[in-house]
C-alpha cells in the first residue's frame, strides 16, 4: 500500500486495495458504517462480501441524486445508527454518500444545508472507493445535488473523504461507455482547472499532472487496458484535486442543463462544451476578462489549457472533438440528436451560475446563442 498526504488537505489519501477497507476502517475507529453502493458492483466478490458484512447498504438510487431522494433513504440509516458512510461506485454513488453523511451528520435537512451552510456542525467521516475512472469526488469537499431542475453544491471540509481507496481491479467491468464519459470529465475538469479564475499553483501542478497523464491513457483505457485503467484512476483523482481548489468553470456551468433536461451523461456533456470554450476563452482580452485585476496570469493560463492540446484553439477544439469520437461518443449537440432552440433555453434557464463566474472570460447572455450554435454543429 502507498500513502501519501495531499498538500492541499493535509489529510491522508490511501491507494489501497479493497482487500484493505477493513483495516482502513479500524484506523479510523468506524464501527457501524452504511454504505451506498451501486447494485451492479456486487458481482465482484470483495465488494460483495462488503456488502453483506455492512450494517446497512443502499442500492436503490438514481443518477444525480436529489436532497427528496437522500432524505428517503436516510430514515434507514437513522434507524440502525450509522458512524460513518462507504461510498462505492460512481460519482453519483459518492455525491448520494456525501450528502447522506451530511444529512444524518448534522440532522439538517439538506435544502437548509444549500442555503445556510454547515454552521460548523459535521457530516458523518466518508470513505470513497471509486469505480469509474474520472469522478474526482473523492478528492473534493462538494456533492452536486439536483434540486428542483437545478444543480446546487454542498461544500464544507467534512464532506473531504477520510480515506480513499483507488483500486483499479474495480473498474474491470466498467463499460466502455461509462468508462468514456468518465474519462473525459476527468480530462475537462483538468483543462478548466488550468484556466479557472480559482486556480492556485497546487491546483495548476494536480491540473497538469492530470492532463497530461489522460491525454496519454484515456484511448487504452477506456479499450479496456488494465495498467491504462489504473493510471486513468489515479490522473482523474488528481483532477479531482485540482477542482477541489480551484473549482470548475463554464463547460461545467452549462453542462448541468444537457444532464437535467436531456439526460447526456454528466462527463459527456461538459465534453459537448469544453471545445465551445477553448475557442471562447481564446478571446479573452482585459476588457472581457471576468477578473481584471489578473487578466495577465488568465491570459497565460488560458494558453496553457489549450496547449495541453494543441498549439491554437481552433486545433485543440478539433482534437477534442475527434478525441470523443474515436472514443465511440457523440461530439456536438446534433450527434446528440438535441434540438439547438431547446439547448438555449435550457442553458439560458439553468446553468450553474457560481461555475459560470469562475471562466476567465465573462459570458453574457447575449453569448449564448453562439455558443449554442457552436456546440451544435462542429467538424
Ligand atoms: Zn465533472
Same mark, same amino acid.
Not at 465511440?328 to 456536438?332: E, I, Q, S, V
Given at each position: 500500500m502507498d500513502q501519501t498526504r495531499s498538500p492541499a488537505s493535509r489529510r491522508p489519501i490511501r491507494r489501497a486495495a479493497i482487500a484493505e477497507l477493513a483495516s482502513i476502517r479500524q484506523s479510523l475507529r468506524i464501527h457501524r458504517p452504511g454504505i451506498i453502493c451501486d447494485p451492479a458492483l456486487t458481482t465482484y466478490p470483495a465488494i460483495d462480501a462488503i456488502c453483506q458484512d455492512a450494517i446497512w447498504t443502499h442500492h436503490e438510487f438514481q443518477p444525480n441524486p436529489s436532497p427528496e431522494a437522500i432524505h428517503s433513504s436516510a430514515t434507514e440509516f437513522r434507524r440502525v445508527d450509522i458512524d460513518a458512510v462507504i461510498a462505492i461506485g460512481g460519482g453519483s454513488s459518492i455525491d448520494f454518500a456525501k450528502a447522506l453523511a451530511a444529512h444524518v451528520g448534522t440532522g439538517e435537512r439538506l435544502t437548509s444545508l444549500l442555503d445556510s451552510g454547515f454552521g460548523g456542525q459535521q457530516a458523518l467521516p466518508i470513505i470513497a472507493v471509486p469505480t469509474t475512472i474520472g469522478t474526482g469526488s473523492e478528492a473534493t469537499t462538494f456533492a452536486a445535488l439536483y434540486d428542483r431542475g437545478l444543480k446546487r453544491s454542498l461544500d464544507? %471540509?467534512? +464532506? +473531504? %473523504?477520510k480515506a480513499v481507496i483507488l483500486d483499479? +481491479?474495480?473498474? =474491470?467491468?466498467?463499460p466502455a461507455t461509462q468508462a468514456a464519459d468518465s474519462a473525459l470529465d476527468a480530462l475537462c475538469q483538468s483543462i478548466e482547472s488550468l484556466w479557472s479564475?480559482? =486556480?492556485t499553483p497546487a491546483s495548476m501542478r494536480y491540473a497538469r499532472r492530470a492532463a497530461r497523464c489522460t491525454l496519454r491513457c484515456i484511448e487504452s483505457a477506456v479499450a479496456g487496458d488494465t495498467t491504462a485503467r489504473r493510471a486513468m484512476l489515479h490522473a482523474a483523482h488528481y483532477a479531482g484535486r485540482a477542482i477541489n481548489l480551484s473549482k470548475t468553470t463554464a463547460a461545467h456551468a452549462l453542462a448541468y442543463p444537457l444532464t437535467i433536461r436531456f439526460g447526456v451523461p454528466h462527463g459527456l456533456a461538459v465534453a459537448t462544451w469544453l471545445p465551445v470554450m477553448l475557442e471562447f476563452n481564446s478571446g479573452l482580452t482585459r476588457n472581457n476578462c471576468a477578473a481584471p485585476i489578473h487578466f495577465e496570469t488568465l491570459r497565460s493560463n488560458v494558453i496553457e489549457a489549450t496547449s495541453t492540446l494543441a498549439p491554437t484553439a481552433k486545433q485543440a477544439a478539433a482534437r477534442f472533438r475527434a478525441l470523443v469520437r474515436r472514443l465511440?461518443? %457523440?461530439?456536438?449537440l446534433a450527434e446528440l440528436a438535441i434540438n439547438p432552440e431547446a439547448a438555449l433555453q435550457a442553458v439560458a434557464e439553468s446553468a450553474d451560475p457560481h461555475r459560470m463566474g469562475n471562466n476567465p472570460r465573462l459570458i453574457t447572455p447575449d453569448d449564448l446563442p453562439a455558443l449554442v450554435q457552436s456546440a451544435h454543429h462542429s467538424p
Open positions: 464544507d %471540509p467534512s +464532506l +473531504l %473523504p483499479h +481491479l474495480l473498474t =474491470a467491468r466498467l479564475i480559482g =486556480a465511440g461518443r %457523440p461530439a456536438t
